[in-house]
């Protein structure tokens, strides 16, 4: 990292913010532990829709445009993501400038991979939101906010009533925008590996939303510690 990052970084999130997020990323990278923050955002709950730049729209995206921006690498959606997660059943919410995808979230009604062997799954009434991408000029318009809200209608008419995603405990930035939308910490979640198996754990609180990493091949893995 250069030196003046380093120095904005430590200006907007303090010192011990900067060391804690670096001795994660050790961890990962050297003993294989990844340790994730879980969100519940309660849905319809949010004070209103942000106003979007003016072109901007949003809308579910319709499976041949998914299909064709997966095809952009600025956008980061393997065209194999693309196809599995349709065939499951997922969907995106996209916003479009003009007929162009500048950003998308996706929303499953069941489970979704999140890498190599790991799933996530959660127990309705609440659904479970993963793989968001804005592009980098879009960014800082709200836009990803906007997109959520979009979602939440469409889960409400169908009978569901929270939201729940994860991210890094040090990735502050998703963090911020979380607590701005109402998402709210329930638990912590994630995994280690050991003799080349990834086990999962999970705090306590979590259990009772069926919120869990789970390996399909071994899915007795599952560890609950005693904190809450």
């Not at 963090?175 to 003799?195: D, H, N, P, Q």
Request: charged share 25%.
């Amino acid at each position: 990292m250069k030196l003046e990052n380093l120095r904005a970084e430590i200006k907007r999130w303090g010192w011990m913010r900067v060391l804690f997020k670096h001795l994660m990323c050790y961890l990962r990278k050297y003993a294989g532990l990844h340790i994730y923050r879980v969100n519940k955002r309660p849905l319809g709950r949010h004070p209103g829709t942000p106003d979007l730049p003016n072109g901007i729209t949003l809308a579910i995206a319709p499976p041949e445009k998914l299909v064709a921006a997966a095809a952009d690498p600025e956008l980061h959606m393997e065209p194999s993501f693309v196809r599995a997660a349709l065939a499951r059943g997922d969907f995106a919410f996209g916003a479009f400038d003009g007929d162009h995808l500048i950003a998308y979230v996706w929303r499953t009604f069941t489970a979704a991979p999140h890498e190599e062997v790991l799933w996530v799954r959660v127990d309705r009434p609440c659904h479970y939101a993963y793989n968001a991408f804005t592009l980098p000029p879009y960014r800082g318009k709200r836009i990803h906010v906007a997109l959520s809200l979009q979602c939440d209608k469409y889960f409400m008419e169908r009978g569901y009533t929270a939201e729940v995603g994860f991210s890094e405990i040090s990735n502050y930035p998703s963090i911020a925008a979380a607590e701005f939308l109402g998402r709210r910490r329930v638990g912590f979640a994630g995994y280690v590996k050991i003799a080349g198996r990834r086990v999962p754990f999970r705090t306590l609180g979590l259990k009772k939303l069926g919120f869990e990493f789970f390996d399909p091949d071994h899915p007795s893995a599952l560890v609950s510690p005693r904190t809450g």
